[in-house]
């Protein structure tokens, strides 16, 4: 049978190749430069717009931030208008996987396509099914992996020395569950993420091999791989009681994990 792919470099030129931040991003509402800023101020607060874009002659040339205008704001929109910096623009094009860091220290970017403004993706975007399916593909890749290792490192009846009773009584439940099925494989196979997690920190050569530092804060960064995990089977939010920074920065930690795993032969 052939071995299906699963290496983080087939995840990435999926979402290099064929999934871009079009998939996320959202069209940019417009005013006309020459409406009152009274008037769009008090749309914008009816409508929750943070941001819309100037339009003169057709042509989006800027923007207006509600967080900057005020009720005693007076005039008209293009006396508010805020010039697009290149850092602030991202071409449609760009591959959805590029997105992540962009956005680690930005709250939104606006979307470029063939010159001209026509979008913004923000952080609260990266909530949505792409990004959702990007992150999953990494955990559950990872997670393919450390069963690999685990594997090499260790045999079915060398886990009581490490597991508890209640880990290893789940799992053999799981494996009669599917020996009822006919469908067993065998006992590492019913491991739960929390198990794997347990095997790999207990040998002190995949600590250093996977550049872990230390066992607890391999624990640390695994356990939050499993919050997050969770967090996208259940369809939570995904930064409840953490922040967009500290999940950016742990999907780039999954993805240099899963390359260090990967190496591991």
């Not at 871009?20 to 020459?34: G, M």
């Not at 989006?60 to 602030?88: M, R």
């Amino acid at each position: 049978m052939k071995q299906l792919k699963s290496r983080s470099q087939d995840l990435r030129s999926l979402f290099e190749n064929s999934i871009t931040i079009e998939y996320v991003a959202e069209p940019l509402k417009a005013v006309n430069a020459n409406l009152s800023i009274q008037e769009i101020f008090a749309w914008m607060q009816e409508q929750d717009f943070d941001v819309v874009g100037i339009e003169t002659e057709g042509i989006v040339t800027g923007y207006l931030e509600k967080n900057n205008l005020t009720h005693q704001s007076s005039g008209k929109c293009k006396n508010h208008e805020k010039a697009f910096l290149p850092q602030d623009l991202i071409a449609i094009s760009t591959p959805l996987i590029k997105l992540l860091p962009l956005l680690q220290n930005k709250t939104r970017l606006f979307i470029l396509d063939c010159n001209s403004v026509t979008g913004i993706v923000t952080q609260g975007d990266l909530q949505k099914s792409p990004v959702r399916m990007l992150l999953f593909s990494l955990v559950t890749l990872l997670e393919m992996n450390l069963l690999r290792i685990i594997r090499l490192y260790y045999f079915p009846d060398s886990l009581s020395n490490i597991l508890t009773e209640e880990r290893l009584k789940t799992a053999h439940k799981l494996l009669q569950e599917s020996r009822d099925r006919n469908e067993a494989t065998d006992l590492l196979d019913y491991l739960q993420f929390c198990d794997k997690r347990d095997l790999i920190l207990h040998h002190p050569d995949l600590i250093k091999k996977l550049e872990l530092k230390s066992k607890s804060s391999g624990e640390r960064f695994l356990k939050n791989a499993e919050k997050l995990r969770n967090k996208l089977a259940h369809a939570q939010d995904l930064v409840g009681g953490s922040s967009w920074f500290e999940l950016i920065s742990l999907a780039e930690g999954l993805e240099k994990l899963l390359i260090l795993c990967e190496q591991i032969e």
